[in-house]
């Protein structure tokens, strides 16, 4: 394919705000979904179309004439992330910009330009040979970043129709920049808010204070119980099903080129890292529970200032999760731990939003072995195997209903800007994406 | 004066939305300005007058034709607090409405109800006699509630031309309805924001969970360091100029009507009240410092969910200041604090937005006794001697540069909803507030 071609689609697709999470967007998701079904079709699969269901549509088609060979099920999501603070951006989030050889707007990495590989690879095969080496399946969600439950009922109720050997899913990073990598495993995720009251109405800080509950010193009190100063979550059994890494892990991870000091000034430019002590961290980071907040609402936060106790907060708040935790669970362990932390005066609960269990990948599957070797031609470096410490809630659900390994060959860079302001795709990371795609298909 | 004719006057007041901390509403501010001085002018004050300055207009007009008399200053103020949040207010926060005997709007008590009863009595004299039997100067500011320094320097610079006997101000409330009440002693304040940092952009909680800083986990760590669950505040040498009630004054609050059960149920609105232990509700609300949290910006707050560790806190934060605090030491205390409170990996630091001292009057003074005469002849009650957790900065000025008494008759009632949705003014208090000034500028 020509590569210009290639760079004008991936502009068009992330000039369409497809943010999943807010109603306002409902509108450029579809529209980001048309888009992704028109690549498809143009790519040689004819029968692409969007599945309707609750939530945002799924796009899928399948080239299935390769009687005898692999069935490979090609997943990645078309949605993006909200775009705040948009003030950060030197380039608007939805106008794509190239700068030096990196892509800038928001989904650049995650995941639009990931799905460009895909589609690129097929198309790149289907014109040049009129057909694939292969059986294929192709599902591109659009909730991928709100959590919602399209894919995971769809997936669950077609359990036939999606019949395969492995999922390829491109939707993960490499660990440095010209290091194959892949992924065998992902953290999980309980995403919630904590509400929280105090007296029924705002009140004059100067008639009340001393005497009425402030929801946001509530708040903040919650927020600090449930994780001390040393990074240790303070939740009752909450590391309970913790499983270590095995030591072969440990030893592979020991390994890999990973300067602290210069991931502490260059990718998180922090004074200090934080996080639990006498862990790595890469133990911190893939292999152990979080707990985060993500923000505060309520009480006064415009400009000058304003006088309120406020009556009520809501806490965004999330916890990543690692074998063998287990969402619900660990939604009622935070729960409780909520609930006994809630000051005098105050009250408060925590709602879970969604969840998603952590997953591993066997690494010594053929399908995984396959991957590993084509990506290490392609990048002429020896593949390394990572965990990582987001989470792709698919693979398990891919896990679980379908009994597939999922092979996440990711080219995303550590300084890619996942979900944060100037989000960029490395162009040559794309192109040998795209290539180690066409070698993968054509090898298995 | 007609009641009518007041009431539509106030009605038109208060549907200018003057709120003088936000500079969206600057040419509301002062829309209130010109027409507290055309109401100035109709009461028979040709002189009324804006007076512009760095900040948002005062009003100022006198009449000085009764040699011999005592020399009433006349204070209120035109602005109003924000009106968020505006979702909880029943009828819109600009549009004033009476529900039975109370207008309910923004500033209907605080200041705007209140300003209409020193303007009303001057003309319910002025139009019975053609003359006042006292002199008054009249000065209105539209900075009350953002702590702005108009006043302050107009004041410093003009303490000649504003000599008086005493200061009249109408800005407070009475303890109960129906007994007459003159406030003698206010607390101070000092406002500010902590900006709280972190890593230099916001990040992936996925990827980076566990070894980045949160800076609202930050501002959460540090807000519940600076005070304790047992409401005292945790900020080194604090309480050591303050003040203890004198043992006359805690005899006389002794027999305040005060319900402690009613007022959490009714005025708070709370499971709990919250303070210092061993102390009464009426000592921590008016006679101990408090520290109260009114906001944190930053972060993820919209519908949905997004998983990002915020690099950026702002808190909004303010300690309300009792005799005999100082502002400035104070905020010193906070700042140092502060950066003390400051887990590893973020950076905090305080910054003033405004200050002010905390006020007494001598309750002996023959104009405050007057007062006290007068109120118990309207309301038939023996009027009382309270104090404020609020801060009017100006009695403080009015004492250190014009070396005046406050006469502080407040007609507010606790149940107003001062700088909360749903503020009101009950009419009654209106007529008698008009009634007292008229009254006190008679005999005085």
Redesign the interface.
């Known amino acids: 394919m020509d590569r210009e071609l290639i760079i004008e689609q991936l502009k068009a697709f992330l000039r369409i705000p497809s943010i999943s999470?807010?109603?306002a967007y409902a509108g450029d998701v579809r529209r980001a979904a048309e888009f992704v079904r028109d690549l498809l079709r143009e790519a040689g699969l004819g029968n692409a179309r969007l599945i309707e269901g609750n939530g945002h549509p799924l796009v899928y088609a399948d080239w299935l004439e390769a009687p005898g060979k692999p069935t490979l099920l090609l997943y990645g999501h078309y949605d993006v992330?909200?775009a705040?603070?948009i003030e950060?951006w030197k380039s608007p989030p939805f106008e794509p910009e190239i700068r030096g050889d990196d892509i800038f707007a928001r989904g650049a990495v995650d995941d639009k330009g990931q799905v460009m590989i895909l589609v690129c690879a097929i198309r790149t095969l289907m014109e040049r040979d009129g057909r694939l080496p292969v059986n294929v399946k192709v599902l591109i969600e659009g909730e991928e970043e709100?959590?919602g439950g399209h894919i995971e009922s769809y997936v669950q109720s077609h359990a036939d129709e999606l019949k395969a050997d492995a999922a390829v899913i491109c939707d993960t990073?490499m660990f440095a920049p010209g290091l194959p990598t892949l992924c065998i495993g992902l953290?999980g995720?309980v995403?919630g808010e904590i509400v929280v009251n105090?007296?029924?109405?705002?009140?004059?800080?100067?008639?009340?204070?001393?005497?009425?509950?402030?929801a946001?010193?509530g708040?903040?009190?919650i927020?600090?119980?449930l994780?001390g100063?040393d990074?240790r979550i303070n939740i009752p059994g909450f590391y309970d099903r913790v499983a270590p890494p095995t030591s072969a892990e440990r030893e592979a991870w020991a390994r890999l080129p990973f300067d602290e000091e210069r991931?502490r000034m260059d990718?998180?430019?922090?004074?200090?890292?934080?996080?639990?002590a006498g862990l790595s961290?890469i133990e911190?980071?893939w292999v152990?529970p979080?707990l985060?907040?993500?923000?505060?609402?309520?009480?006064?936060?415009?400009?000058?200032?304003?006088?309120?106790?406020?009556a009520t907060a809501?806490v965004?708040i999330?916890a990543?999760l690692v074998p063998d935790q287990r969402p619900d669970e660990a939604a009622e362990q935070i729960a409780r731990a909520v609930a006994a932390a809630c000051?005098?005066?105050?009250?408060a609960s925590f709602r879970m939003?969604?969840g998603a269990g952590p997953s591993m990948v066997n690494p010594e599957h053929p399908l995984i072995l396959a991957a590993a070797r084509v990506m290490t031609e392609v990048f002429s470096r020896e593949t390394v195997y990572i965990r990582?410490?987001?989470?792709i809630p698919i693979v398990g659900l891919f896990q679980r209903a379908l009994g597939l390994p999922s092979v996440m060959m990711g080219f995303g860079l550590?300084d890619d800007?996942?979900?944060?302001?100037?989000e960029k795709f490395h162009l040559p990371n794309l192109f040998a994406g795209i290539d180690s795609v066409v070698r993968y298909i054509t090898v298995v």
Chains 1, 2 share one sequence.
Do not use: C
């Open positions: 999470t807010d109603p992330q909200p705040d603070p950060l709100s959590g990073e953290r995720i995403y105090g007296a029924d109405r705002d009140l004059h800080s100067g008639v009340y204070g001393g005497a009425a509950p402030n946001i010193q708040a903040a009190e927020v600090a119980a994780k100063r990074g991931y990718e998180v430019g922090a004074s200090a890292l934080t996080g639990e961290v911190r980071t152990r979080t985060e907040v993500h923000g505060i609402r309520g009480g006064f936060i415009g400009e000058g200032a304003k006088t309120v106790i406020p809501v965004k999330s990543r000051p005098a005066g105050i009250s939003i969604h990582s410490g987001g989470s550590p800007n996942l979900h944060a302001p100037n």
